[in-house]
């Protein structure tokens, strides 16, 4: 149990390592591009509420709304759990 | 009607060899006719695995050179009467057969076969558009490693590229041990990035070595991979078949081979 919470499983490690790999392989976009367009939103955001910029997802996928790979059109998904509304 | 399926992956070593022998010989036992084509031109491999590298006349590159008719290169099966191998050349390179003869030569073996089975070499050049260039359907093959997995993206983004109506997921070599220590992705994490339908989970066995050391498919004789191979077979059928219960079946397996073990 304390190797659980100590640290995340391999599995883990290597889903996440896939999804950002496979999300620049399939849009043509590099990590470090994703990463400046995470932290260009989060910039944005600041500005009219108190986000968590740490725990913010941004993601592009080809998958769309339906859920299946045929969708051809790329969607920019971002997750920001924002912690103020009213700052 | 007849299927032409390519067996694919992009990535070298995860069964794909494997994969088309065991299910080719699975779908003649249930009396399918069935072809076999290596089209891995260079470095032949599929007659290997099938027990039959003693038997080869021509191969692939003759027959699209007119060097001979199909019907002499084709070798037919040890055990099944239904079962037929297209073996590849181990002597020429890739750039011996276009996508055009390919599709001439399918084209010709499907009057006479209800599923031709398409071996697919590594990697995404002129040997797998050669294989993908004939087929209808494809089957990716999988291994739940990361850099198998994103090769399989990129086979699955070229298959989708050229218009492949149905593209199924088989994962090789899943070590349930693993999976459940949380040290593996398992089947639903790999669909999950993946996307297409999960055909057949194939689970790490020793016994495909033997099978292939001995060069007999072991679809269907009661080892845990035989008994996931027959099961992709019914499901290329369209049969609907529940997929094994893994816990039970590898807490099964352990215990038995266990009994071997001591004695």
Known sequence: MKRFFRRKSSKEIAKDRLKILLISDRVNCSPEMMEMIKADIAKVISKYMKIDAKSMEVQISKTGIKGGRNMKTPTLYANIPIIDLNQ | ?263
Not at chain 2, 64 to 69: A, I, K, L, Q, S
Not at chain 2, 78 to 84: D, E, S, V, W
Not at chain 2, 90 to 114: N, W
Request: glycine fraction near 10%.
């Open chain 2, 1 to 263: 009607m007849s299927e032409v399926i390519v067996v694919t992956s992009g990535k070298g070593g995860v069964g794909k060899t494997t994969t088309s022998a065991n299910v080719g010989t699975g779908l003649a036992r249930m009396g399918k006719k069935v072809c076999l084509i290596d089209t891995d031109i260079g470095l032949r491999n599929l007659d290997v695995v099938m027990g039959l590298e003693n038997r080869i006349v021509y191969n692939l590159v003759d027959v699209v050179e007119g060097n001979c008719r199909v019907k002499q290169a084709l070798i037919k099966d040890k055990r099944n009467p239904t079962l037929y191998l297209m073996p590849s050349a181990q002597t020429r390179d890739k750039s011996a057969v276009t996508p055009e003869q390919m599709v001439k030569m399918i084209g010709h073996l499907k009057e006479q076969f209800d599923y031709i089975i398409l071996d697919c070499p590594a990697g995404i050049e002129q040997g797998f558009k050669n294989a993908i260039a004939g087929a209808d359907r494809a089957l990716v093959v999988t291994t739940p490693e990361v850099s198998a997995i994103s090769y399989s993206d990129s086979i699955i983004g070229l298959l989708e590229a050229s218009d492949f109506k149905k593209i199924d997921l088989a994962l090789n070599r899943l070590r349930y041990d693993l999976v459940k220590r949380g040290d593996m992705m398992s089947s639903s994490d790999v669909v999950d990035i993946l996307a297409i339908p999960l055909i057949g989970i194939v689970p790490d066995d020793e016994n495909i070595v033997i099978s292939t050391n001995q060069g007999e498919p072991l679809v269907g004789n009661g080892t845990p991979a035989g008994i996931a191979f027959q099961n992709i077979c019914q499901r290329v059928l369209g049969k609907e078949v529940p997929f094994m219960d893994f816990q039970k079946g590898i807490s099964f397996w352990t215990r038995v081979t266990g009994i071997f073990h001591k004695v």
